[in-house]
């Protein structure tokens, strides 16, 4: 699965312009469903048909946009101003190398004298440009930018990069996707592709309002307890998938969390049970639509900087607990 989440970490996907991402899935989704359309909002919806009878709508949800920048002002020195598309940590993203959409490249920097932590105001972007309307040839304001996307391949199974949050949880939809294709399980299912998390759950609750799922699964990053320093938290990379029981936005249906461990057990599948104090994720506004809702969450060092480090073996874990889970429902 590394190199599914290589060439989707690759694909630029700030929120509210999704459209490369979004191509990249529906590429690979296309043989893998029997049906696919993008939403108003930008969500990329694929259905698969259960071969059941009494069929329920399941919808799986991993959100495909990532944190960014916009442009919002080039000085009379040809460096561009930004602001902030997501959560962004301006001290983690300084000294980085950024790339528009457009192409160009350039660097992340904060202005001299400041001290961290940065702030939108001081830091700026360098594409080179001499003056204002050298840069004025390259970019323009309203113009996209993000960190360089990388993955990279740490020490027994584990590896780092961005945006791993969440085209990670995209991947698991997808490998879902890949083994249900094989071996058809009895439900409806919905392979959603959510825009706009980043910003507030946007995409995801439009999505669910048009779906209408008896049940959804969400997939998403979580924070762990592993990190020097890190606050008490009972996740831990490597220690298999997390079911969520609640975050800051959102308390998990506690019959499919219930169902969800007993699977996970019955299965021999690693996991873990997540209870994460800050943060929120797409399941708080899919279970607003009035859907039974959980999520299995990947846990995650060092979310929103460019060095975000998962285990592999976790990632496995979740798209195997969920085509059991699936299955289990037969």
Request: hydrophobic fraction near 35%; charge should be neutral.
């Amino acid at each position: 699965m590394f190199e599914l989440l290589k060439k989707l970490c690759k694909a630029s996907g700030v929120a509210g312009r999704e459209n490369e991402i979004r191509n990249t899935l529906a590429e690979i989704m296309q043989p893998l469903c029997d049906e696919m359309h993008t939403d108003n909002m930008g969500n990329l919806i694929c259905f698969k048909q259960g071969k059941g009878e009494n069929r329920e709508k399941i919808m799986l949800c991993g959100h495909m946009d990532e944190i960014g920048f916009i442009a919002t002002y080039i000085e009379s020195d040809g460096m561009v101003r930004i602001s902030s598309l997501g959560g962004i940590n301006f001290t983690a993203s300084a000294f980085s190398k950024v790339v528009f959409n457009n192409g160009v490249e350039g660097v992340l920097v904060p202005e001299g004298g400041a001290t961290p932590p940065y702030s939108f105001d001081k830091v700026y972007v360098d594409i080179g440009a001499k003056d204002k309307k050298s840069a004025e040839k390259k970019v323009a304001v309203g113009d996209i930018l993000r960190c360089v996307p990388s993955l990279t391949r740490l020490s027994y199974g584990r590896v780092c990069g961005r945006p791993v949050d969440d085209r990670v949880g995209c991947a698991v939809v997808v490998d879902v996707a890949k083994k249900v294709a094989s071996s058809p399980v009895n439900d409806d299912l919905y392979y959603v592709f959510s825009v706009q998390e980043e910003v507030g759950c946007r995409g995801s609750r439009t999505a669910a309002f048009s779906v209408k799922p008896d049940r959804c699964l969400v997939y998403d990053v979580t924070g762990t307890g592993d990190t020097k320093g890190a606050k008490p938290m009972k996740c831990s990379v490597g220690s298999g998938a997390a079911i969520k029981i609640k975050d800051s936005s959102v308390i998990c249906n506690d019959i499919m969390v219930e169902e969800l461990i007993e699977c996970a057990k019955s299965n021999k599948i690693k996991h873990q049970l997540e209870i994460l104090n800050y943060g929120g994720t797409d399941t708080s506004s899919i279970q607003a639509s009035g859907a039974i809702a959980a999520a299995i969450s990947i846990p995650c060092r060092y979310i929103h900087s460019s060095v975000e480090t998962i285990d592999m073996a976790d990632v496995k874990a979740c798209s195997e607990l969920t085509f059991a889970y699936l299955n289990g429902k037969n």
